[in-house]
């Protein structure tokens, strides 16, 4: 039996003025109950790009290896509903799988 591919998820966000006002124990809370989910689900980071110094459109950008379709819809589930990610970041999200580049061109 072959082992599925993972999921590749690139992600672009914008940090939400709503994010910048929270005080800092919320921020930090906030962020320790996101990364102890993205943990819990298996998710790799693959690249995290700070872009924010050169582009107005995103702040940062990146790659994440997620093991399953059922961990990306936990992920989506638990952004809705226990982050409200969208209170404090604007985003939009892009899955794929991933290929070989060995033979591109040859």
Known sequence: MSKSKPIIRFYFAKMK??????PDE?????MRKDRENLDALGMKAVSMVNCSWSNDE???IGVEQWPSME???KRKEFENEEL???KYVAFKTILGTPESFDGYGK
């Open 17 to 22: 003025a709503a994010f910048g006002e929270l």
């Open 26 to 30: 919320e921020k930090i809370a906030f």
């Open 58 to 60: 995103w702040d940062y």
């Open 71 to 73: 961990a990306i819809e």
């Open 84 to 86: 409200e990610v969208s």
